[in-house]
């Protein structure tokens, strides 16, 4: 919804702008009038679905940490989204490998990484969470554990990604592409009617890596980090930059001290790019929440966009940038 527009249906002209605190952009008047909103979710990019999924289950007071679970599952089982779970692209060497994290209210997470053949990554970290002592399980030991808990072999290579994976063994180029990087992490922070906070991030990450590779989304306080008397965080982009920073920690770090979602993802993507000349070669965006329903959001190139839920309305909104294209 355009600002211009949310204003209008909101009724908030006048009186109600002026009460709106002159540290706050134009572009953030959209994230201060919702404080105090809950349900709500956020989840990165347009994955339009699975927003409303965890949204929906939201308004039926789920609870956060089933929403969010919920939510990333329904593009992990995805077919046709080739950055996430089933159909996802493989590596290098044609093995599709997962990685996803999943936190909870309690401060208690779990997470998987290098993890094959098993379409909801995101399920198994929480079963690690909540059923194990650990907090991570990596490849075959992951793959063991899931299907020892009922979790059903799966070959998730789909002919389509097959094919394209063929065609990049032509040339072999591994350059990230701006706003796709090869690859489109899901992350989903929700807040429930009760006022907790949850959230989830899952994805087959760069698309041809090497075999092996690892990236941001299943490191607790890179990709993913939640404190339920805060707020919670997300990343998507290149993993590598993110986990030098353990950007999303920081973000709830920085909202801890009493900057707004918006002040922290801004603050910490200056930290980042500071740390790395060559920050105009990828992107990097992150998505913030804190307990109060604010939302905040910060990218490197414009084109990141991300998804709120909230008084059962879905939403696209294009995140702030650093870099104007």
């Given amino acids: 919804m355009k600002r211009r527009n949310f204003i209008r249906k909101t009724g908030l002209t006048g009186l109600g702008l002026s009460m709106i605190p002159a540290s706050y952009s134009r572009s953030s008047i959209e994230e201060f009038i919702g404080t105090e909103m809950k349900p709500v979710c956020l989840t990165t990019w347009n994955f339009h679905q699975a927003s409303k999924k965890a949204g929906e289950l939201l308004d039926n007071k789920i609870s956060a940490l089933d929403a969010v679970e919920q939510g990333v599952r329904v593009e992990e089982k995805n077919i046709q989204n080739h950055t996430v779970g089933n159909g996802g692209a493989p590596d290098r060497d044609g093995f599709v490998t997962l990685d996803a994290s999943i936190m909870g209210p309690d401060g208690d997470c779990g997470s998987v990484a290098f993890l094959q053949d098993i379409e909801h990554p995101v399920s198994v970290a929480r079963k690690v969470m909540e059923s194990t002592p650990h907090k991570m399980l990596v ?64 994805t087959s990450g760069l698309a041809y890596k090497m075999h092996g590779r690892v990236g941001d989304s299943p490191i607790i306080g890179s990709g993913l980090f939640v404190d339920n008397e805060v707020g919670g965080a997300v990343a998507t982009g290149l993993g590598e930059e993110i986990m030098k920073n353990v950007s999303s920690f920081l973000i709830v770090e920085l909202m801890r001290q009493g900057k707004s979602p918006q002040e922290s993802c801004e603050i910490a993507m200056n930290r980042l790019i500071s740390k790395n000349p060559n920050y105009k070669d990828f992107q990097v965006a992150f998505l913030a929440l804190n307990k109060k329903g604010e939302v905040g959001s910060f990218c490197i190139h414009q084109g990141f966009t991300y998804m709120k839920y909230g008084n059962s309305v879905n939403e696209n909104f294009t995140s702030k940038s650093l870099l104007k294209n």
Wanted: hydrophobic letters at 35%; aromatic letters at 10%; charged letters at 25%.
């Fill in 139 to 202: 490849g075959k030991g992951a793959y063991n554990f899931a299907v020892n808990n009922g979790f059903k072999p799966k070959d998730l290579l789909s002919a389509e990604s097959k094919k394209k994976w063929k065609n990049w063994l032509a040339h072999k180029n591994y350059k990230p592409i701006i706003n796709i990087e090869n690859h489109d992490t899901i992350g989903m922070l929700c807040l429930d009617q009760k006022g907790d906070l949850a959230g989830a991030c899952t």
